[in-house]
């Protein structure tokens, strides 16, 4: 065997040193998770946010949010419990939002707040066993998931891919956010495609204006950075690959999920019935004050009841093993 290969992530070797970590705790945590959704344990609350942030006082003009600013606005919009994302990527926000401030800032409210961890490829040292060291240490810091992964590379980039195959052994959701400048792809999104194709054992969540532009059949690929209005085209790659893949699902979070519902009104109602079990509800809240349109527009749909709580909090539960 070759340095290089010796050197390349092995994936039965960091399913055996991340099950060691772990203690058995994915096992433990899905039965805990059906054990307090049968007991009605869970917070209060109408909804499970899948994707917000927690941001700090670095940049003039942005305002932050704190952990007790998050908290509050959640009991105001009955929003249970939130997946806390971090920025670790250079394109990803003003500054970067490390993984060790998301844990540490969560670490006392983690019955309603939920961490995510990422990391970024091009990094020197993250190849090979070194990923696997990574995740071990985040797995016990608390993480339960990869994202928001905003990295300025093509999403089917070699060292994406290492990524995504770690979070496969794990079983692990994987939130990317697409567009012309980070997660690249084409129309029709063949890079996810074989993102998913190499790690089908990770649930990977769909986010941003080169995924929800997808919605609708794209042409040109300046599309995927934008907010297409008008009804929406047959053959987006979404539902294709919603129809193929059990393991990608919808974040509807920010303006980009919003847009693609509410662009075509009816397609969206009958596309959030038809996808239900694939949907998850999410604001992309990161501000004091800021203004989130998804509580509304979906009260507005009024959807079947089994739909309400499959978008609103069941499959984010069921993913996140709560």
């Given at each position: 065997?070759?340095?290089?290969?010796?050197?390349r992530?092995?994936r039965?070797?960091?399913?055996r040193?991340?099950m060691?970590?772990l203690g058995?705790a994915?096992?433990?945590?899905?039965?805990q998770g059906?054990a307090r959704a049968a007991?009605?344990?869970?917070?209060?609350?109408?909804?499970?946010d899948?994707h917000?942030?927690?941001?700090?006082d670095?940049?003039a003009?942005?305002?932050p949010?704190s952990?007790?600013?998050l908290?509050g606005?959640m009991?105001?919009?009955?929003v249970?419990e939130?997946?806390?994302?971090?920025?670790?990527s250079?394109?990803?926000w003003?500054?970067?939002v490390?993984?060790?401030w998301?844990?540490?800032?969560?670490?006392?409210?983690?019955?309603?707040?939920?961490?995510?961890?990422?990391i970024?490829?091009?990094?020197?040292?993250v190849?090979g066993?070194?990923?696997?060291?990574?995740?071990d240490r985040?797995?016990e810091?608390?993480?339960?998931?990869?994202g928001?992964h905003?990295?300025?590379t093509p999403?089917?980039?070699a060292?994406n891919?290492?990524i995504?195959?770690?979070?496969?052994?794990?079983?692990?959701p994987?939130l990317?956010h697409?567009?012309t400048?980070?997660?690249t792809d084409?129309p029709g999104l063949?890079g996810?495609?074989r993102?998913?194709?190499?790690?089908?054992?990770?649930t990977?969540?769909?986010h941003a204006?080169g995924w929800?532009?997808?919605?609708s059949a794209?042409?040109d690929?300046k599309?995927?950075?934008?907010?297409?209005?008008?009804?929406v085209?047959?053959g987006?790659?979404?539902?294709?690959?919603m129809?193929k893949?059990p393991?990608?699902?919808g974040?509807l979070?920010a303006?980009?999920?919003?847009n693609a519902?509410?662009r075509?009104p009816d397609?969206g109602r009958?596309f959030?019935?038809?996808?239900?079990?694939?949907l998850?509800?999410g604001?992309?809240?990161?501000a004091?004050?800021?203004?989130?349109g998804?509580?509304?527009?979906l009260?507005?749909?009024?959807?079947?009841?089994d739909?309400?709580a499959?978008i609103?909090?069941?499959?984010?539960r069921?993913?996140?093993?709560?």
């Open positions: 065997m070759s340095d290089q290969s010796r050197d992530f092995s039965r070797g960091f399913h040193r991340a060691a970590a058995g994915l096992a433990d945590g899905l039965v059906a007991a009605g344990q869970h917070p209060a609350g109408k909804y499970v899948i917000v942030h927690l941001t700090q670095w940049v003009g942005q305002a949010l952990t007790e600013a908290l606005w009991d105001e919009r009955q249970a939130a997946v806390v994302l971090p920025l670790v250079p394109e990803s003003h500054y970067m490390s993984n060790d998301v844990f540490d800032q969560t670490r006392a409210h983690r019955d309603r707040l939920i961490p995510f961890c990422d970024d490829p091009r990094a020197t040292y190849k066993k070194a990923i696997g060291r990574m995740l985040y797995i810091a608390g993480a339960k998931g990869l928001e905003k990295c300025g999403i089917d980039d060292g891919l290492d995504f195959r770690a979070c496969s052994d794990l079983k692990w994987v990317l697409m567009d400048v980070r997660n084409e063949p996810l495609e993102a998913l194709q190499a790690a089908p054992g990770a990977f969540i769909g204006t929800w532009s997808s919605i794209v042409s690929r599309e995927l950075g934008g907010y297409p209005t008008g009804p085209k047959p987006g790659a979404v539902d294709r690959l129809e893949y393991n990608i699902y974040d979070s303006g980009s999920g919003l519902i509410s075509d397609f009958e959030l019935i038809r996808r239900a079990d694939r998850l509800f604001t992309d809240y990161l004091e004050g800021q203004q989130v998804q509580f509304e527009f009260d507005r749909l009024d959807l079947p009841a739909v309400q499959k609103f909090r069941d499959n984010a069921r993913i996140l093993n709560r």
